[in-house]
């Protein structure tokens, strides 16, 4: 299945679209409309609509077009539906805010959205100094379903999406989850002969399975802490993903969406290497806490030694074997004996009984990501030693 990367970031874009906050406005008051367009402009999106009808406690905002910061062009998502609108503290609270139901083709693939609904939504006044500034945020949110078609086949599909956060307050961090009942994948549309073959024989044809994710984000001093992202998938195993960062602040926040703005406006095949050293130079504002990647296996790997196996005659237990006696001779190019002797004794342990393998970097204390890539460029064979980088099997 081969589709062009533009029509891949406009549905990536258009998913991103309704996990953000949208904006509203009170009936005709054009002065409370800007100020409303300015605390989404501060976010980095840009809104407009064409009409707007009901009154200052409920009203339809009609033919909403919607652009983020780092796209050149607008998505017409239709109109939105505001309810329970209220005054607060010089801002609005807004009771719901829901989608209408969208669709939006291009080069033969089809993305479908159920209505996404939002709950208690804030939009803080002009000027805000909480804890998010002039950041707009709502408590929960939904979508139903989400389908993606590649001609009148189903090649994805997502339902009962749900997204909780808990607002800074008291001093404590922002709490965030996302979770899905479930997800389908149509491998069948896979065109890459070799990936399709790999398919075929593992048996994953088509797949099911859920994500769930979980984090915190203190704004006050920027610590950003991912820490769950899990993506399951029924008869293969578990990915998981977490990250400890420090820096994100709300200064980074703005200089970054700024980053984004100056990058979208330049014109088709103009020179951004500026712009990359800029954000280059922005990304040294963070510094790097601890992060993992984890494979809890339900089954993949012994179908992966199954399907080796066959490939070159052998067996599975024999390309098992032969992978670990392969480990420390690739290993050893990092002159660490101590992380060699770790991974080997990991991978083996895996291989036998194969249940989980978690290659993790936890340092004994904050690394500037200024300090991460001096490193890589000047001796890359020590990072592993300065990230605390270390590797277990088959443990909670």
Same mark, same amino acid.
């Given at each position: 299945?081969?589709?062009?990367?533009?029509?891949?970031?406009?549905?990536?874009?258009?998913?991103?679209?309704?996990?953000?906050?949208?904006?509203?406005?009170?009936?005709?008051?054009?002065?409370?409309?800007?100020?409303?367009?300015?605390?989404?402009?501060?976010?980095?999106?840009?809104?407009?609509?064409?009409?707007?009808?009901?009154?200052?406690?409920?009203?339809?905002?009609?033919?909403?077009?919607?652009?983020?910061?780092?796209?050149?062009?607008?998505?017409?998502?239709?109109?939105?539906?505001?309810?329970?609108?209220?005054?607060?503290?010089?801002?609005?609270?807004?009771?719901?805010?829901?989608?209408?139901?969208?669709?939006?083709?291009?080069?033969?693939?089809?993305?479908?959205?159920?209505?996404?609904?939002?709950?208690?939504?804030?939009?803080?006044?002009?000027?805000?100094?909480?804890?998010?500034?002039?950041?707009?945020?709502?408590?929960?949110?939904?979508?139903?379903?989400?389908?993606?078609?590649?001609?009148?086949?189903?090649?994805?599909?997502?339902?009962?999406?749900?997204?909780?956060?808990?607002?800074?307050?008291?001093?404590?961090?922002?709490?965030?989850?996302?979770?899905?009942?479930?997800?389908?994948?149509?491998?069948?549309?896979? %065109? @890459?002969?070799?990936?399709?073959? !790999?398919? =075929?024989?593992? /048996?994953? *044809?088509?797949?099911?399975?859920?994500?769930? +994710? &979980?984090?915190?984000?203190?704004?006050?001093?920027?610590?950003?802490?991912?820490?769950?992202?899990?993506?399951?998938?029924?008869?293969?195993?578990?990915?998981?993903?977490?990250?400890?960062?420090?820096?994100?602040?709300?200064?980074?926040?703005?200089?970054?969406?700024?980053?984004?703005?100056?990058?979208?406006?330049?014109?088709?095949?103009?020179?951004?290497?500026?712009?990359?050293?800029?954000?280059?130079?922005?990304?040294?504002?963070?510094?790097?806490?601890?992060?993992?990647?984890?494979?809890? %296996? @339900?089954?993949?790997?012994?179908? !992966?030694? =199954?399907?080796? /196996?066959? *490939?070159?005659?052998?067996?599975?237990?024999? +390309? &098992?074997?032969?992978?670990?006696?392969?480990?420390?001779?690739?290993?050893?190019?990092?002159?660490?004996?101590?992380?060699?002797?770790?991974?080997?004794?990991?991978?083996?342990?895996?291989?036998?009984?194969?249940?989980?393998?978690?290659?993790?970097?936890?340092?004994?204390?904050?690394?500037?990501?200024?300090?991460?890539?001096?490193?890589?460029?000047?001796?890359?064979?020590?990072?592993?030693?300065?990230?605390?980088?270390?590797?277990?099997?088959?443990?909670?």
């Amino acid at each position: 299945m081969t589709i062009k990367r533009s029509t891949l970031r406009k549905f990536a874009l258009s998913t991103f679209l309704f996990t953000l906050p949208l904006n509203a406005a009170l009936a005709q008051d054009a002065a409370v409309a800007d100020r409303l367009k300015a605390a989404l402009a501060a976010q980095g999106v840009d809104i407009s609509w064409t009409g707007v009808t009901g009154d200052n406690t409920s009203m339809v905002l009609q033919g909403v077009a919607i652009k983020p910061a780092a796209e050149k062009e607008s998505l017409a998502i239709g109109d939105v539906k505001l309810e329970n609108v209220t005054a607060a503290n010089g801002g609005f609270e807004i009771g719901t805010v829901s989608t209408s139901a969208f669709e939006h083709s291009k080069d033969g693939v089809t993305l479908d959205l159920s209505p996404f609904v939002i709950h208690d939504m804030t939009v803080p006044a002009d000027g805000a100094t909480g804890p998010l500034g002039a950041l707009m945020i709502y408590k929960s949110a939904e979508l139903s379903n989400m389908t993606v078609k590649v001609a009148d086949k189903t090649a994805f599909s997502m339902d009962g999406l749900a997204i909780k956060i808990t607002p800074p307050a008291d001093g404590k961090a922002m709490e965030f989850t996302g979770t899905t009942e479930k997800f389908n994948a149509d491998l069948t549309l896979v %065109d @890459d002969p070799k990936s399709k073959e !790999v398919i =075929d024989a593992l /048996g994953y *044809q088509n797949i099911s399975g859920n994500f769930e +994710i &979980a984090g915190t984000w203190q704004p006050t001093d920027g610590k950003m802490e991912l820490s769950k992202y899990d993506i399951s998938v029924e008869n293969a195993g578990t990915l998981g993903m977490t990250f400890d960062l420090g820096g994100y602040t709300m200064d980074f926040v703005k200089s970054l969406q700024d980053m984004q703005k100056k990058m979208a406006a330049q014109p088709e095949g103009a020179d951004n290497s500026a712009q990359g050293m800029a954000m280059l130079g922005l990304l040294q504002q963070l510094s790097f806490n601890s992060a993992s990647i984890r494979f809890d %296996d @339900d089954s993949l790997t012994g179908k !992966v030694l =199954d399907y080796v /196996g066959k *490939q070159q005659g052998m067996s599975a237990k024999d +390309i &098992a074997n032969q992978a670990k006696a392969i480990v420390p001779f690739g290993m050893a190019q990092l002159n660490n004996p101590e992380l060699t002797a770790e991974v080997t004794a990991a991978v083996s342990k895996y291989l036998d009984a194969p249940k989980s393998l978690e290659v993790s970097a936890e340092p004994p204390a904050s690394v500037p990501f200024a300090l991460i890539m001096a490193g890589a460029m000047s001796n890359p064979l020590d990072l592993p030693k300065t990230l605390g980088v270390h590797v277990k099997a088959n443990e909670d």
